[in-house]
């Protein structure tokens, strides 16, 4: 398997403009991830699914942000319109949920987003 | 609540043995994970132990658990250079739908 993969891997952007950030989970998760990384707030989860379903989105910073995830194998994390302060770097993860447990969290090399 | 905490930073010479530390405050905690990140790259899982073990190695890697004092540690045998990164405790609860919640990371410089 090729693992989470992410694009693009590096994405710099105007503020206002739209941004899309693309995901494929490893074939077989049921449950996916998107996480932001800045120096100053560490890791913090945005939003995950579960078997395609928004599961939780209390992080997702604001309305500028959405996500989809229109099937198992495709996720999308759009910032519209964006601004400086969304730089960061952006992290997809997968895993597979059964039952009660989680197993195996994988993640994406990443995308690093910088809006000028 | 959901904090797990870990310290900064640990400077260690090469073949030395590196521990890291890691305390969480959540009982009902299920799985914690250790995750390495090296620069410009993303988190890479390195071990993960169940809540109900005590000790898991796997090879130059031991993770200890006290789930008394909630707290994780991480042992690196015999560290070498390429062991320089930043080392993430993570934990998943049941009770949260088993989402990843992170520590700050621990940067570790291996010194020849």
């Known amino acids: 398997d090729a693992g989470v993969i992410q694009s693009p891997r590096h994405e710099v952007t105007e503020m206002g403009q739209e941004v899309t950030l693309r995901c494929k989970p490893i074939?077989?998760?049921?449950?996916l991830f998107w996480y932001r990384q800045t120096m100053m707030r560490g890791l913090e989860l945005l939003i995950y699914?579960?078997?395609?379903?928004?599961?939780?989105d209390s992080g997702m910073p604001e309305d500028r942000f959405s996500a989809k995830m229109p099937n198992a194998s495709f996720s999308t994390l759009k910032i519209q319109p964006s601004e400086p302060r969304d730089s960061a770097v952006y992290f997809c993860?997968?895993?597979?949920?059964?039952?009660?447990?989680?197993?195996?969290?994988?993640f994406g090399s990443g995308t690093r987003l910088t809006v000028v | 609540g959901e904090d797990v905490e870990q310290s900064l930073f640990l400077s260690v010479r090469e073949g030395d043995s590196s521990v890291i530390n890691c305390t969480y405050t959540?009982?009902?905690?299920?799985?914690l994970y250790w995750y390495k990140q090296e620069p410009g790259a993303g988190l890479q899982l390195l071990t993960y132990i169940f809540s109900n073990m005590d000790m898991k190695q796997d090879q130059r890697l031991t993770v200890l658990l006290n789930k008394k004092d909630k707290h994780l540690s991480l042992r690196i045998a015999d560290t070498q250079t390429g062991d320089s990164a930043i080392y993430f405790c993570a934990e998943t609860m049941r009770a949260a739908g088993n989402k990843l919640t992170f520590g700050g990371g621990t940067r570790v410089l291996v010194k020849p």
């Open positions: 699914f579960n078997n395609n379903v928004p599961i939780d």
């Open positions: 993860a997968s895993s597979l949920r059964q039952g009660a447990f989680t197993y195996g969290y994988t």
């Open positions: 074939s077989g998760h049921n449950s």
């Open positions: 959540d009982s009902s905690s299920t799985y």
